[in-house]
């Protein structure tokens, strides 16, 4: 596809992904409101809406990727912390992430606890007077999309509230799954798999670096 007619898809893709996402909140807002259409609440709905188509039409122009290392039962994290260690995701987590933004929760970024180098680091807080010296504080997750919108390909990285809510506009998942359970309190949201097209699958087998055998994948989108 010519990259000009590749853009604009993306666009609209996002753009309809975005707005299906507003949807599915508004129906479990109203599910979980025993909701009766008065007018009062008829003013509330147009309100949420507007909210969110304002959203809608923000100039969402990149391909959104999402990586990840999975255990086998899902978890990614305990304690705001990595679980394992394998130097040779570690490896593909370096390769296919530098030079473009990086984003990330909050938390994530404290467990961490520095910006990655050659890479845009853009930390998502509700906290208005957080402050880190070379990464860029942005409050929402679409102002987070708005600022890494010169990218090429923009990714999140992390950690299991982001992946929660950028799931819908998501284009691209590099998904590393580690074929062992781990105990921990941070999962990767369970994905449709009606809605993923398998395009990359490469196995790794333990070794004494890498402890754990594991599978990197890459999913796109459905078109
Ligand atoms: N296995 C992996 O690939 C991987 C990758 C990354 C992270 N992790 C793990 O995941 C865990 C951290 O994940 P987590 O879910 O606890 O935290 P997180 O997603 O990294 O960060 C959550 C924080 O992000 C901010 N935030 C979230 N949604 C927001 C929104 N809509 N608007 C504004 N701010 C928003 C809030 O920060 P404030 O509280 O400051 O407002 C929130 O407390 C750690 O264990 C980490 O090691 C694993």
């Not at 188509?53 to 305990?78: C, H, Q, R, Y």
């Not at 910006?115 to 853009?122: E, Y």
């Not at 807080?125 to 929402?140: F, G, Q």
């Not at 809510?165 to 999962?187: A, C, M, N, W």
């Amino acid at each position: 596809m010519n990259e000009g007619i590749q853009k604009v898809y993306n666009i609209v893709k996002i753009r309809i992904n975005y707005f299906v996402y507003s949807l599915s909140l508004l129906s479990e807002t109203l599910c979980n409101s025993s909701f009766k259409l008065y007018h009062k609440d008829l003013k509330v709905v147009t309100k949420f809406l507007r909210g969110h188509l304002d959203k809608f039409f923000t100039n969402f122009n990149i391909m959104i990727s999402i990586i990840v290392a999975v255990a086998e039962n899902n978890v990614i994290g305990k304690d705001n912390d990595l679980i394992w260690h394998l130097p040779r995701d570690l490896k593909h987590f370096k390769e296919t992430t530098t030079g473009h933004y990086v984003i990330q929760g909050r938390k994530t970024y404290e467990s961490c606890g520095k910006p990655l180098p050659n890479r845009t680091n853009v930390i998502i807080t509700r906290d208005k007077n957080y402050k880190v010296e070379n990464c860029i504080i942005v409050h929402s997750l679409e102002d987070a999309i708005k600022v890494a919108k010169e990218d090429s390909e923009a990714f999140i990285i992390g950690g299991g509230k982001i992946y929660e809510q950028v799931l819908p506009l998501t284009d691209r998942i590099y998904l590393t799954k580690i074929h062992h359970s781990f105990e921990g309190d941070t999962y990767f949201p369970e994905l449709n798999m009606d809605d993923w097209t398998e395009i990359d699958q490469r196995k790794f087998e333990p070794d004494e670096k890498n402890k754990y055998p594991f599978t990197i994948l890459t999913y796109d989108r459905k078109k």
